[in-house]
């Protein structure tokens, strides 16, 4: 670690979302200048740490930030774990050293200062607040099998925190988690075709784990954390469960197919059964759920049916 960043997480373990602390303790405590805490204190509001100040009572976190523990992290990891303070973007990490690396492999960041969302929107990254990861997997198949990897990775993000006991949880078709009906982690899958039998994905998912309201206001839609929870999950030790839960149903999804995750999606499916919207721009199409198939083709029903939709294109809403 560069002192660039060891200085600011010197920093950010003085400080607490709770009580101020004043620039003097800090500084005292580091054996820094009051100016170069300023400094620091100033860079890391550019990373999206919101931290208030206040002449005479000194700082204070907006909201609670949880480092990664990188020693445990790497320690507890079967694969190699690569981890960053500071990244462009985990997914755009991985593509680039696709051929040197092993199913399981994951790269974790603090902060990514061009995270990447589903149809090219932006992922918010605020320093130290959420998970930001992604985990390389290369499947010994065609890329035709690699359909519906996105529902399997919702079903292991949402059993791996259901065992942690959050509660509330469930999923939306084809790509998020929400928790009580607010949106709390996504997936983006990235896919090449390695050889005629071999295919190469990037799975990278975020987590929202502390949301400031400052960060929460540049949102465009329902959100959620899990800073919610009277006990929130270790974010160290949540990580490294997913890991593994996420290769397993990896080693699922490759040997069976989707078949054996249709239940665990329907049972937490938020729109199953209920009357839907589906937008394909231009047009759209509305119907009742009927959850998704073996291919991880959405259902519709309606007049004329049941028709399975599928497509990067499609979005969601209810009715």
Avoid at 87 to 97: A, Q
Avoid at 196 to 205: A, N, P, Q, R, S
Avoid at 237 to 254: N, S
């Amino acid at each position: 670690m560069n002192d660039h960043w060891l200085r600011k997480r010197q920093i950010l373990a003085c400080l607490s979302h709770k009580v101020f602390v004043s620039g003097e303790v800090i500084a005292q405590s580091l054996s820094l200048s009051r100016a170069a805490i300023n400094q620091h204190i100033d860079a890391l509001k550019d990373y999206g740490v919101e931290i208030y100040s206040v002449k005479g009572k000194g700082y204070k976190l907006a909201s609670a930030i949880s480092l990664l523990n990188e020693t445990e992290l790497v320690n507890n990891i079967e694969n190699r774990c690569f981890y960053f303070d500071e990244i462009h973007s985990t997914n755009t990490f991985m593509l680039e050293h696709a051929s040197e690396l092993k199913s399981g492999d994951v790269c974790v960041a603090e902060f990514q200062s061009a995270g990447r969302g589903r149809r090219g929107r932006k992922w918010l990254s605020p320093y130290g607040h959420h998970i930001y990861a992604s985990l390389f997997w290369r499947l010994n198949k065609d890329i035709s099998h690699a359909s519906g990897l996105s529902l399997v990775v919702g079903c292991s993000i949402v059993k791996t925190l259901q065992d942690l006991g959050v509660e509330g949880l469930g999923v939306k078709w084809p790509n998020d988690i929400y928790l009580d009906h607010k949106k709390l982690a996504g997936i983006l899958i990235e896919l090449r075709q390695h050889s005629d039998v071999k295919t190469e994905l990037i799975i990278g998912f975020g987590i929202n784990m502390s949301m400031s309201v400052e960060q929460g206001d540049l949102i465009d839609q329902p959100w959620s954390d899990l800073s919610v929870m009277a006990n929130m999950p270790d974010k160290t030790d949540l990580l490294i469960k997913l890991h593994q839960q996420i290769k397993r149903d990896l080693v699922m999804f490759e040997q069976h197919g989707l078949e054996l995750f249709l239940d665990r999606w329907n049972q937490n499916d938020l729109f199953i059964n209920r009357e839907i919207t589906l937008l394909m721009a231009p047009n759209s199409v509305t119907g009742t759920c009927r959850g998704i198939d073996k291919n991880g083709a959405i259902l519709l029903e309606n007049e004329q049916g049941v028709a399975a939709f599928v497509g990067g294109e499609i979005s969601l809403r209810a009715t």
